[in-house]
């Protein structure tokens, strides 16, 4: 039992490594990787205290070496997904009940733990799973994730000290409760810290979570779960499947115990979640939370006075980094006529001094492979329809092989049409289309972006007039959840920028803030008397 007001170490942003020639940590991934290649990982189910090895698995191989097997994960039937929610209900009043900083203790440990011994690790296997560069895969799989971990801590503080006022005679307490059943944590394969922070974030709370990954995680999946279970994740708080989405999906969604699902994904897949959640709301003991973040179609427009260098490294950051492959990666570009040839110019530029698309481990590569083939595929055709179409144009790029690796070719696509196909449908690839407009129409395209796509994730503004600046930050004010200005529209940071977006891109519960937290828990508000009336008159009645 808790005998004190606990202030939580003060949370601030894990430095960012630099991963330069000669560094230590440089040494440590390369070696770490070259291990986990040469290796085999076996990942089994972890439900409650077991390791389950089903029998029927699946191969992991690196995308940007196909054909190299580094291991195998088993997938789970339908009776291992009602044993993980079995599992997790009988580990939640435990949990639940555990003071508030013993929960907080275990989730800043993982945070210590990854910023530490497991830095190397969990870097090196995102980038072999997820075919991310060292720099990439430092922001993300190691940085943001132990900022989402602290800052989570801080949070949850903030949160329970958070209380009413009481009167004379009276005391009015808030005590935040979590959710009465379970958690279900779908998490993508794009962002390691997307996938460690959906069933933390819950489990910090007092949750306890079945929590399935992507497919094409599963081997940084392994490691998150090491990291978890070293820094003291009781048995059953957190129970890990993987195998048929859809039967997993309906299996949780069935029971009645369900409580909430946090979800990172795309939006046909949620909005398909959403409707089962509807179809079933008789079954469920309280009305779940439904939080997620989905898709986007994220925009830079530059203002005639922007700086045109300064545009074209929002462009090629912004759209190539990781592949394209981040929900707010900019995938739709509008450039004034008066200087998009100069911008255009630097954008091939830059693109020219890329290396070809090869592996992470080739520290000079800035570009990598694409996570399967099916990815491969669709831009491969949406980039043959744009050679082909009379509307479009491909001025950069273009190519694409996937014989070793899928491979895609940073790609730059001119349209005349700002409804061209590739302007409104989400890619998730280093594809990014542009379109020019009259220098004289900057109010009327403002008006185009915002009205164009479904999303409203991120999107970007450059420009050197602040009247165009505040112009465009009120017109673009329902189309970007995060809006930047004179900036690239990716990048946030945990306790600096929260990130979601509204419309087709998600619920808007900003990750990586207090927001996000207040879903995963019930408040439970207690008045207590303490001199209790005997009479019932008022004075009025006399």
């Known amino acids: 039992m808790s005998k004190g007001f606990f202030e939580v170490p003060m949370a601030i942003n894990e430095p960012i490594k630099s991963y330069a020639p000669g560094s230590p940590e440089r040494s440590a991934v390369l070696t770490q990787y070259k291990e986990y290649f040469n290796g ?6 972890y439900i409650g205290s077991e390791e389950i090895k089903t029998g029927e698995t699946r191969t992991m191989a690196p995308p940007h070496d196909h054909q190299h097997v580094i291991g195998h994960y088993h997938l ?58 060292i720099h990439q895969a430092e922001i993300d799989a190691a940085c943001e994730l132990i900022d989402f971990l602290r800052f989570n801590v801080s949070y ?22 979590p959710l009465e059943g379970f958690v279900y944590a779908v998490t993508p394969f794009n962002f390691t810290a997307i996938a460690g922070n959906l069933p933390a974030s819950a489990a910090l709370m007092g949750n306890v979570v079945v929590w399935k990954p992507s497919d094409s995680q599963i081997f940084s999946t392994k490691i998150l779960v090491d990291i978890f279970k070293e820094a003291g994740v009781p048995d059953g708080v957190i129970n890990v499947i993987y195998g048929d989405p859809v039967m997993i999906t309906s299996t ?25 959640i509807g179809n079933n709301i008789d079954r469920y003991r309280t009305y779940p939370r439904i939080v997620g973040e989905t898709g986007g179609k994220d925009f830079i427009i530059a203002h005639p006075t922007a ?23 900019a995938s739709r570009v509008y450039l004034p006529e008066s200087n998009a040839k ?22 000079g590569n800035f570009i990598t492979a694409v996570i399967h083939e099916a990815s491969f595929d669709k831009l491969a055709s949406f980039i043959d329809k744009a050679k082909e179409d009379k509307d479009a144009s491909i001025i950069a790029g273009g190519g694409y092989d996937k014989s070793k690796g899928y491979f895609i070719e940073p790609t730059v696509i001119l349209t005349t049409d700002p409804y061209y196909a590739t302007m409104e449908t989400e890619l998730f690839g280093p594809v990014v289309t542009v379109y020019i407009y009259a220098d004289k129409d900057w109010t009327k395209t403002l008006k185009l972006v915002d009205s164009t796509s479904e999303y409203a994730l991120t999107g970007a503004v450059l420009s050197g007039d602040r009247y165009a600046i505040e112009e465009a930050t009120k017109a673009l004010r329902n189309c970007a959840g995060n809006f930047y200005v004179n900036d690239k529209p990716t990048g946030a940071v945990v306790g600096q920028q929260p990130f979601g977006g509204a419309r087709a ?33 008022y004075p009025f009645l006399g």
């Open 342 to 363: 100069e911008i255009l110019n630097f954008v091939k530029e830059d693109l020219a001094s890329f290396k070809q698309p090869g592996s992470p481990e080739e520290m």
């Open 76 to 133: 789970a039937t339908k009776q291992e997904v009602v044993l993980a929610i079995k599992n997790a209900l009988e580990a939640k009043e435990k949990w639940e009940s555990l003071p508030w900083e013993q929960r907080a203790a275990i989730f800043l440990k993982a945070a210590d733990l990854i910023a530490g011994p497991y830095r190397a690790k969990i870097n090196a296997a995102t980038m072999l799973a997820q075919s991310k560069t």
């Open 40 to 45: 085999s990982l076996e990942v089994p189910l």
């Open 307 to 329: 700086n045109s260098k300064q545009v074209a490294t929002a462009i090629t950051r912004g759209a190539f980094e990781f592949q394209g492959q981040k929900c707010s990666a």
């Open 505 to 537: 891109s998600g619920t808007n519960d900003k990750a990586g803030s207090a927001q996000n937290l207040l879903r995963w828990v019930s408040p439970r508000l207690i008045k207590e008397t303490f001199v209790t009336p005997e009479d019932y008159r």
């Open 252 to 276: 949780v969604l069935e029971s009645p115990d369900f409580a909430g699902i946090h979800f990172t994904g795309s939006t046909h897949v949620f909005k398909s979640l959403w409707k089962q």
């Open 156 to 177: 949850m503080t903030q949160i329970y000290a958070e209380q009413p006022e009481s009167a004379e005679g009276i005391w009015n307490r808030v005590e935040y409760r």
